[in-house]
């Protein structure tokens, strides 16, 4: 015969109403713990969304990536480059290997007309588009033919293009490289993202827009003649084959010289799950943080409601003495305390929310809420008046009838 | 007549660091239905341990005490608390409402422990309050009533429940001599009605309204069933 959570609650409301300073008080400190809960989930989730968007605008998780590792000094003098037949060899040892990419980059000065832009250019296989998921928006990428023809084709990047044809059709125009004349065959697709960390706004990709692309033995043979490529890429059947074949390419390598670390081999998946793990880390600095401030709330709360127990150790006493229960006592101390901090839950929630957009344009980051933030958030703030107010509610529910009706 | 309160050997102690302070040495007596009884006796006598151990809200240390025929002596406090609830009426010296409470909230207060609904428990303390005539005064907070008429709010809870015993600890303590007087006419009334009342108090006057006088000296009775 215990009185129902309803009248609890329909205390808890009074008892809150006519202690309002009080209740604000105790309400603000739940609200900015709240907020913070909700902003640091949703930042969290906004950089490791940023960063799988990443990798996967850069050619998804089954992509590895073979290049000079620079931390290995070269003492013993090995080539730091593949040569074209090493990497012939290289291709016919994984056949498994859906793409295959090997490149050379120079920087170099293009000109169309009067106009004139220094770039880099890049030496490739038809298989960079498909590796790098990134294909022409008009005319057509570099063809097998072109490769095995040294055809003198190039594609450029829409900032290229604007640089040195303005609105002017660029297919079929002949742009100068370095006293090369090159048909322009192609035009990149415009690459954009938007950009994460302190820079703002800018997109992430531009950079890819600047780039321009010609067949690698066209490069090879009519333009520089160095048969040296210290970087090729490629794309394993799917993204679970991905780590064995990226350790089959490293065995690979390393047979090639002697043993030596010359050449670093990554897989995108690898490399996103070593930044899961650091992203992991720093996240739970951030949740420790969030966790120490919310415990002071409760602490700080527990106080509160320890005070008003003390001052309302009479009403207790009045309460014992027309029948209620220890349990009813003990009740109606923890619904309050756990009604106004799932308050201030609620409206930490709803501010917490409405800030991110100011959060994210500060800090340059998206910031994304979810359902279950909001549900969490809600449960710790209702959590921290259950630990709060357990103790108190004990208390009060200890006294003695006699000694709380004496009590002035 | 049948009795409704019956303490045989009764003994309280109070234990304050090493020493034990006796309250109460050794107390029986019986009080039957339809009594109304004046306990009496100087500050320091055990009257008011005698009080708090009738109104179930302390134990004796030894003795028994039974409750319209339940040996309230030996209950469990969630137990006492029900018998609390149902069987008794308590009236103070300071009145004891709750000041954030209005008086229908403060006189729906026992009804709401005994977990009756909501519309009922307005409909019987708005009854009760007519009786003591406070029935336009039902959204006022205790402080804006005079000592006489929070008196009058305590009464109506403790009779809001219709309990067994209403027990009065020095009822017109506070009160001047005319509200006092009106008080006091009201207990008579209610025990005229076959109520039970026990009430404490050091002032003849007030014991004479009594049926009968219980006088009590260092915890033991003196002269204690002599009307």
């Keep these: ?408 | 007549m049948s009795d409704i309160i019956n303490i045989a050997g009764m003994k309280k102690e109070y234990k304050m660091g090493k020493i034990t302070v006796p309250a109460l040495n050794g107390v029986d007596f019986i009080i039957n239905k339809g009594e109304f009884v004046a306990i009496m006796g100087p500050s320091g006598s055990g009257k008011s341990t005698l009080m708090h151990i009738i109104g179930c809200l302390d134990s004796p240390t030894a003795g028994k005490y039974y409750l319209n025929s339940e040996l309230v002596s030996e209950m469990k406090k969630g137990k006492l608390a029900m018998i609390r609830n149902k069987q008794i009426g308590f009236v103070f010296q300071t009145f004891n409402l709750l000041p954030h409470l209005n008086i229908l909230k403060n006189v729906e207060l026992p009804l709401m422990y005994a977990g009756l609904s909501k519309k009922k428990r307005t409909q019987t303390a708005k009854k009760v309050l007519d009786e003591v005539g406070l029935s336009d005064r039902l959204k006022h907070k205790p402080s804006e009533l005079s000592g006489g008429q929070r008196q009058r709010v305590a009464i109506a809870r403790a009779i809001v429940n219709d309990p067994t015993i209403i027990l009065a600890d020095e009822p017109t303590g506070n009160l001047d001599t005319s509200s006092g007087a009106d008080i006091l006419s009201i207990f008579s009334e209610l025990n005229d009605k076959g109520n039970t009342i026990i009430m404490v108090t050091h002032d003849p006057a007030v014991a004479n309204r009594a049926t009968r006088v219980i006088n009590i000296v260092d915890g033991l009775i003196k002269d204690g069933n002599i009307s």
Aim: charged share 20%.
């Design chain 1, 1 to 408: 015969m215990a009185i129902s959570l309803k009248e609890n609650l329909i205390i808890g409301f009074s008892d809150f109403w006519s202690r309002k300073i009080r209740s604000l008080i105790t309400i603000i400190g739940i609200v900015l713990g709240t907020m913070s809960i909700i902003v640091v989930l949703a930042l969290v989730k906004g950089i490791n969304q940023q960063t799988m968007k990443w990798m996967l605008e850069r050619g998804g998780l089954s992509k590895i990536t073979v290049s000079r590792n620079w931390q290995y000094q070269n003492p013993e003098n090995v080539k730091t480059y593949f040569t074209w037949k090493e990497l012939q060899l290289i291709r016919s040892l994984i056949p498994e290997a859906k793409y295959f990419n090997p490149q050379q980059r120079h920087w170099v000065r293009q000109s169309y007309a009067d106009k004139e832009y220094r770039t880099a250019i890049y030496g490739v296989l038809p298989d960079f588009s498909k590796i790098e998921e990134w294909d022409v928006e008009d005319g057509r990428f570099i063809s097998d033919f072109d490769v095995e023809q040294s055809n003198d084709v190039i594609v450029i990047g829409t900032t290229v293009k604007e640089e040195l044809f303005g609105n002017k059709n660029a297919i079929g125009e002949v742009i100068t490289v370095e006293g090369r004349r090159l048909n322009v065959i192609g035009i990149m697709a415009f690459r954009y993202m938007k950009n994460s960390g302190a820079i703002g706004n800018e997109n992430a990709f531009s950079y890819l827009n600047r780039q321009t692309f010609v067949p690698l033995s066209t490069m090879i043979h009519k333009g520089t003649g160095e048969d040296e490529i210290s970087r090729f890429t490629l794309k394993a059947q799917d993204v679970k084959s991905a780590p064995a074949l990226r350790e089959k390419i490293n065995n690979i390598v390393l047979n090639l010289r002697r043993g030596l670390p010359v050449f670093e081999v990554e897989s995108a998946k690898e490399e996103a799950e070593k930044m899961a793990e650091n992203q992991k880390m720093f996240s739970t600095i951030f949740y420790i943080i969030s966790v120490i401030s919310l415990l002071v709330g409760a602490i700080v709360i527990a106080n509160i409601m320890l005070a008003t127990i003390q001052e309302r150790t009479r009403e207790i006493g009045i309460r014992l003495t027309v029948g209620a229960r220890r349990r009813d006592i003990f009740f109606q101390f923890l619904v309050q305390t756990i009604l106004v901090t799932t308050i201030g839950g609620i409206i930490g929630v709803i501010l917490g929310l409405s800030i991110l957009d100011i959060v994210s344009n500060f800090l340059g980051i998206d910031l994304i809420a979810s359902i279950n933030m909001i549900f969490l958030a809600l449960l710790v703030s209702s959590g921290i008046g259950f630990v709060s107010g357990i103790v108190p509610a004990i208390i009060a529910s200890k006294l003695d009838p006699v000694e709380a009706l004496r009590y002035e």
